[in-house]
């Protein structure tokens, strides 16, 4: 059974720094490009970055690059979003999706499993 759970999220204020962790069971994680998607209540959830299964490939969206960096440890089969000087705008629960061979895609279609997420809060 797939597990993708999110961890880290919390109150943080603008321009301070935060990380988000997500630990995932249940599949072989270095076949996997992972994905960070936000959402925020009555929006679509939408990208925010992802890596490649071998982390090459590493796309963001225009509005966090730059300030936010997406990394894995395929030995704790984790993936990592570190938020540096977020804005109240980044406000949104956090999710992490999997995509077994991807290419790090922006399009939520492409990702088979996904979290619970996890509140993220920027006061101003």
């Known amino acids: 059974q797939v597990q993708l759970v999110e961890s880290g999220g919390g109150l943080v204020q603008a321009g301070g720094s935060l990380r988000v962790s997500c630990a995932a069971s249940?599949?072989?994680?270095?076949?996997?490009?992972m994905g960070w998607f936000r959402q925020v209540p009555g929006k679509e959830r939408e990208f925010v970055a992802a890596i490649s299964w071998r982390a090459g490939s590493t796309p963001y969206s225009d509005s966090v690059k730059g300030r936010f960096t997406i990394s894995r440890d395929n030995t704790k089969n984790t993936v990592y979003l570190q938020m540096n000087s977020p804005k109240p705008e980044d406000t949104a629960v956090y999710y992490c999706?999997?995509?077994?061979?991807?290419?790090?895609?922006?399009?939520?279609?492409?990702?088979?499993?996904w979290g619970q997420g996890t509140q993220v809060t920027v006061s101003s």
């Open positions: 249940g599949l072989t994680f270095s076949n996997y490009a």
């Open positions: 999706a999997a995509d077994r061979w991807g290419t790090s895609s922006a399009r939520k279609s492409e990702y088979e499993y």
